[in-house]
Every structure is written in C-alpha cells, then in structure tokens.
C-alpha cells in the first residue's frame, strides 16, 4: 500500500513557473517508476512524465525543453518543475506510483495558467 501526498499547483501567468511536489509513503519498493500526469477539462488523462528508481526520464514531446521531472529516493518524493508555462499546460495534474504489484494516484493539484 502506497499513498501520495502532492502539493504545489497554483494560478500564474504565461511564462511563469511552479513546481509540483509529492511524497510517497507505506510499503515502496526499491524499483518502481513514479510519474505526473495531466487532465484538462473534456480531455483524457495523458502521460507529462515519468522517472524510475534508476533515474531514467521520459517526458510528453509538448513540455520537452519546459519542464523537468526528478526524484530524491531518500525522500522518496518526486518533483515536476515547471517553467515557460503556456494557458495549454492548465489541467489538473496526478501523481503516480507503479511498482510490479500495483499502481497509486495522488489526489490530483489544479494548476491554471492566465493572463
């Protein structure tokens, strides 16, 4: 059992940053993969990005040179920072956790981007 605690999400202006949090806790597994993803109104939820526990990346081609997706294991926390945001990067966005056996959702964070 895995549960995931997010915080960050905000209102800013286009060109501005955030970066999203979450922390993981109960019975986590050494290798795992942990990633956000994103849901706009009347849209799927799509993949933003993900990291493993070895620290391989992968990222959406729409955010790519924009945000960045890194982990402290320690911690086991996972952060999405979030720059050059544009009014099409507003969504709700979910943390996520997968390990062999099974698969965690955080809450889920609004994040809104208007000028």
């Known amino acids: 059992q895995v549960q995931l605690v997010e915080s960050g999400g905000g209102l800013v202006q286009p060109g501005g940053s955030l970066r999203l949090s979450c922390a993981a806790s109960g019975s986590i597994f050494s290798v795992n993969v942990m990633g956000w993803y994103r849901q706009a109104p009347g849209k799927q939820r799509e993949l933003v990005a993900d990291i493993t526990s070895g620290g391989n990346t992968n990222y959406v081609d729409s955010v790519k040179g924009r945000f960045t997706i890194s982990r402290d294991n320690a911690k086991n926390t996972v952060y999405l920072q979030m720059n050059s945001l544009k009014p099409e990067d507003t969504a709700v966005y979910y943390c996520?956790?997968?390990?062999?056996?099974?698969?965690?959702w955080g809450q889920g964070t609004q994040v809104t981007v208007s000028s």
């Open positions: 996520h956790y997968s390990n062999y056996y099974h698969g965690s």
